[in-house]
């Protein structure tokens, strides 16, 4: 699909999908991270109690936020690495034959 080949995208918008997201990533991660040790504390407080009360539902949720999280760092490294080839290419161009 040409929508994801960021090739045909102009520097400007690979730009900014990269900063939107890093910003997902970091406000998924930082959300997951704190429902995580609540989760985690909720848990060791309560023991068999919480899980019958659904903390092993909440951890597969958790879980399920990891993975959009590492989805969203995925695309922030794609965006990044296109970047940067263009870059190169771009200085190689400027630099010219040896």
């Not at 080949?5 to 999908?17: C, D, E, K, Y």
């Not at 991660?29 to 019958?52: C, D, H, P, Y």
């Not at 539902?57 to 879980?63: F, G, I, S």
């Amino acid at each position: 699909m040409a929508l994801f080949n960021l090739l045909r995208w102009p520097a400007v918008l690979v730009f900014v999908l990269a900063g939107v997201a890093a910003v997902a990533f970091a406000f998924t991660s930082v959300n997951l991270f704190s429902q995580a040790m609540a989760s985690a504390e909720f848990v060791r407080k309560f023991g068999w109690t919480a899980i019958r009360h659904g903390a092993l539902v909440q951890m597969a949720q958790l879980m399920a936020w990891g993975l959009v999280a590492l989805g969203w760092w995925m695309v922030f490294k794609v965006c990044e690495t296109e970047l940067s080839a263009r870059y190169r290419a771009w200085a190689e161009r400027r630099r010219g034959p040896r």
